[in-house]
């Protein structure tokens, strides 16, 4: 067990395989609930290294990424850097609207980041048509290969899990406080809130729930910074 304090730039990489019908395999990477501040600078540097060496097809964005004017800037800086890079799509977080949500969405539009807050879109990538919805449940089941579901807060998919095969969230932070694991439930945390698992098998949809990059109360106990990067292996194959 592991007392984390103050604004330190550690952070792991969960490492999924998922399999689909798709015709060619790819990667997703999900980053949420950045929080960055004036002290976020090494944090920035090495969630570059990092982006840079696993290389994801796409890059999902959800939500809270600063706390503060300085973190905007950070954020900035980190955008600026993968700018080019294609496929990076972005959706709105709670902690956003302190700044605007327009704000945060022309920061991204021009990095050439993808706003995707309560819209979807079909990409084609690798031969695969992919269906990301983000911070939005799609109308009907996609006649896409394979569905994406991004949203912040985590909601229950029981009624949605048919249209989508694999689904992202954030915002619990894991709470960031870990006592206990229990069928990769954390406790105490759960007892509060359901959803603050790290995934959920379901018929049809693999969930993920990210435990983020950051907090605004710095001080995590058990419970580690993630982003989640899951390659989707074609069944095709």
Same mark, same amino acid.
């Given at each position: 067990?592991?007392?984390?304090?103050?604004?330190?730039?550690?952070?792991?990489?969960?490492?999924?395989?998922? +399999?689909?019908?798709?015709?060619?395999?790819? /990667? %997703? #990477?999900?980053?949420?609930?950045?929080?960055?501040?004036?002290?976020?600078?090494?944090?920035?540097? !090495?969630?570059?290294?990092?982006? =840079? $060496?696993?290389?994801?097809?796409?890059?999902?964005?959800?939500?809270?990424?600063? *706390?503060?004017?300085?973190?905007?800037? $950070?954020?900035?800086?980190?955008?600026?850097?993968?700018?080019?890079? =294609?496929?990076?799509?972005?959706?709105?977080?709670?902690? *956003?609207?302190?700044?605007?949500? &327009?704000?945060?969405? $022309?920061?991204? %539009?021009?990095?050439?980041?993808?706003?995707?807050?309560?819209?979807?879109?079909?990409?084609? #990538?690798?031969?695969?048509?992919?269906?990301?919805?983000?911070?939005?449940?799609?109308?009907?089941? /996609?006649?896409?290969?394979?569905?994406?579901?991004?949203?912040? !807060?985590? #909601?229950?998919?029981?009624?949605? &899990?048919? !249209?989508?095969?694999?689904?992202?969230?954030?915002?619990?932070?894991?709470? &960031?406080?870990?006592?206990? $694991?229990?069928?990769?439930?954390?406790?105490?945390?759960?007892?509060?809130?359901?959803?603050?698992?790290? =995934?959920? !098998?379901?018929?049809?949809?693999?969930?993920?729930?990210?435990? @983020?990059? @950051?907090?605004?109360?710095?001080?995590?106990?058990?419970?580690?910074?993630?982003?989640?990067? +899951?390659?989707?292996?074609?069944?095709?194959?």
């Amino acid at each position: 067990m592991k007392l984390e304090t103050g604004y330190n730039d550690h952070f792991l990489v969960r490492r999924v395989q998922c +399999v689909a019908a798709v015709p060619a395999s790819f /990667s %997703v #990477l999900y980053i949420s609930d950045l929080h960055f501040t004036s002290h976020s600078g090494g944090m920035v540097e !090495k969630m570059l290294a990092c982006i =840079e $060496q696993l290389d994801p097809s796409v890059i999902l964005l959800g939500g809270d990424y600063a *706390d503060t004017k300085k973190g905007f800037q $950070q954020l900035d800086c980190l955008l600026r850097s993968l700018s080019s890079r =294609e496929n990076i799509f972005a959706i709105a977080g709670n902690h *956003d609207h302190y700044f605007g949500i &327009q704000a945060i969405q $022309q920061l991204m %539009v021009n990095n050439g980041v993808n706003w995707l807050e309560k819209k979807s879109t079909v990409i084609t #990538l690798n031969n695969s048509r992919i269906q990301l919805d983000g911070n939005v449940f799609s109308g009907e089941k /996609s006649d896409a290969d394979i569905s994406v579901l991004f949203l912040h !807060k985590p #909601l229950k998919l029981e009624q949605q &899990q048919h !249209k989508y095969q694999l689904a992202f969230a954030g915002h619990l932070h894991g709470c &960031q406080f870990v006592l206990w $694991q229990h069928n990769g439930a954390l406790y105490p945390g759960r007892f509060f809130y359901p959803l603050n698992i790290l =995934e959920q !098998k379901m018929e049809h949809c693999h969930y993920l729930i990210s435990r @983020g990059m @950051g907090d605004t109360l710095p001080i995590r106990f058990n419970c580690s910074k993630e982003m989640i990067f +899951v390659t989707i292996n074609s069944n095709k194959i």
